[in-house]
């Protein structure tokens, strides 16, 4: 994991932008999926590194008012058990630990801090495994009371933001490696098609969005044409 430039830290503004403190709230969870990871990947990650990632957002929530909580788990063994991937065990972990948050805290949404560039790496992901249209929908900004507030921005404006504001920030460890689909994509696939289209993050957020609106709509008309078929409403309309 790499740190910016301490030289370049400062305190953070007074009145702390609400998706900043969204940001900071998932970079809780990223660190919560570092810790789990920790055991089963010990080169990669390290216990000093990692804990000392915890710090630094337990600093930062302190310091602008956020309340902060963190927790580790064994992915791994949850993996084995359910006989999924440790990416699937990860991300079912993660909600499940926020959705306890949000009972236990009495909060009505989760947010996190998806953005653009998520998105295009689960639509591709997706794609390649041979998704239906559902697939290609991407990550939805909303959903039950989950919500994505960043969906719409790329990383490079996130990253930007906390730069122009003098917002330190660690970068997940394990992002950097390939060993991961979704890293591979990140790596490999992405900086291939911006030689194509240099705005290829921005037209994959227009593409999933339309696919939403038109998986919504027909599955809104498989709803009506599936329901028995009523004469006298039929007649009256």
Do not use: W
């Not at 926020?98 to 949404?109: E, I, Q, Y």
């Amino acid at each position: 994991a790499t740190e910016t430039d301490p030289a370049t830290k400062n305190s953070a503004p007074k009145t702390m932008p609400t998706n900043e403190m969204i940001r900071i709230t998932y970079s809780i969870t990223n660190l919560f999926s570092d810790l789990s990871q920790c055991e089963q990947n010990p080169c990669k990650s390290t216990p000093r590194m990692l804990f000392r990632h915890e710090e630094f957002v337990k600093n930062f929530c302190s310091k602008i008012g956020v309340e902060f909580y963190s927790t580790s788990i064994d992915v791994q063994k949850i993996a084995n058990n359910n006989k999924i991937g440790t990416e699937e065990a990860g991300r079912n972990a993660r909600y499940e630990f926020f959705a306890n948050l949000k009972n236990n805290t009495g909060a009505s949404k989760i947010a996190t801090a998806h953005n653009s560039n998520d998105n295009l790496e689960t639509v591709l992901f997706n794609i390649a495994r041979g998704s239906a249209l559902s697939g290609a929908k991407g990550i939805p900004p909303k959903r039950d009371n989950i919500i994505r507030p960043l969906i719409f921005c790329t990383r490079e404006e996130i990253e930007g933001y906390c730069k122009e504001n003098n917002l330190s920030f660690v970068v997940d460890s394990t992002n950097l490696s390939d060993d991961y689909t979704r890293n591979r994509i990140r790596h490999n696939v992405l900086p291939e098609l911006q030689k194509v289209n240099s705005n290829v993050i921005e037209a994959f957020t227009r593409f999933s969005e339309s696919v939403r609106i038109d998986d919504d709509y027909l599955n809104k008309l498989k709803e009506e044409f599936s329901e028995p078929f009523d004469m006298e409403k039929a007649i009256k309309d």
